[in-house]
């Protein structure tokens, strides 16, 4: 989770940034609430990337069952 939190906040100010340049380069601009827009990007961002982090680790786990029964996870990344 938390690899998910750090990633999302750096990717959502990063995403913030990159909106802020092409709203200041376009030639005729949305008239919206632009803070507004800008900050809840890094919320948006961050449940993304916690959710895809699961997502990423749940792809790299192997899941198998041993003679006994027993299930055994193993990552493998």
């Known amino acids: 989770v938390k690899n998910g939190i750090v990633l999302g906040i750096l990717s959502g100010l990063l995403g913030m940034l990159i909106w802020k340049a092409t709203f200041s380069l376009h030639p005729l601009p949305p008239n919206n609430r ?44």
């Open 34 to 77: 632009k803070f507004d827009f800008y900050l809840q990007r890094i919320p948006a961002h961050m449940v993304f990337a916690v959710f895809a982090t699961f997502g990423y680790r749940l792809l790299n786990t192997e899941i198998k069952v041993n003679a006994t029964g027993k299930v055994e996870k193993q990552h493998l990344g």
